[in-house]
């Protein structure tokens, strides 16, 4: 049975798409199948990959008038996948307050996933609306990338608390799988005091690992590439391997 893994968080360009990019090459790299599924309507993470055909996607897999199959693009690495998204994606969240059980749309969605993949990582826009909320509710568990910077740990207790509302209406197996930081620059003392002051209080859900800024992460995606294919000697490349290999040693 498949994994499933949702990145959130509510603040822009925190690094959640880089991460579940990264990740998931790393994953595949590891001899894992991996599922990235984008369900933002920026369709970073498709373009990312460098994937051109952007429907049919999430939304027409959302809406029925797709089925699994034919949503499912490879990428050009060995085991990895993705269901590409599109900006339809964004009438969704209009459509879906309408509806019914609308925090489960992706989750049954995905139900075919589960036993095609061993990990399905879905990547979420920048707030706390419907689409993150189906994202949660779909997921085992969420990983939550972090800029070490000065509001940091105020949103942070804000999404902890949306999760712990999550976990109480809709999704009660959900976990938090971990917290991580992101674009992080030794040479700042705020970015250590951040670091200091997350790991002190968030403890063992914090991962070892922390991903540098590093240039080579924003070049990767206009070539449509990931790291591992762009430059997999780069700091960054390093960081996201020893991160997915943390992923993988948490999530059996
Ligand atoms: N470690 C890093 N070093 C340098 N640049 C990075 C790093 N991680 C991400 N970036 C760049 O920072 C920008 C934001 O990253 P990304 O798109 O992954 O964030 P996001 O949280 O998905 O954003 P959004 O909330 O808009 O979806 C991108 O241009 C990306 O290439
Ligand atoms: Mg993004």
Redesign the pocket.
Known sequence: MGKIFVFV?Q?????????AINIGAYLAMGGKSALLVDF?S?A?LTSGVGIKAFKPGIYELLSGSAVFDSVLRKTALNGLSVIPASIDLSGAAVELIEQKNREFFLKNALEPARNRFDYILI?C??SLGVLTLNGLSAADGVLI?MQCEYFAMEGLTLLLQTVKRIQKNLNPSLTIEGIFF??YDSRTRLAQEVVKEVSAYFKDKVFTTI?????R??EA?SYGMTISQYDPQCS?AKAYRNLAMEVMQRGV
């Open positions: 968080n603040k822009g360009g925190v690094g959640k798409t880089t991460s933002d920026q970073n990547d826009p920048p990338p992101t674009m991903i540098p800024r590093n240039v992460l924003s995606p960054g």
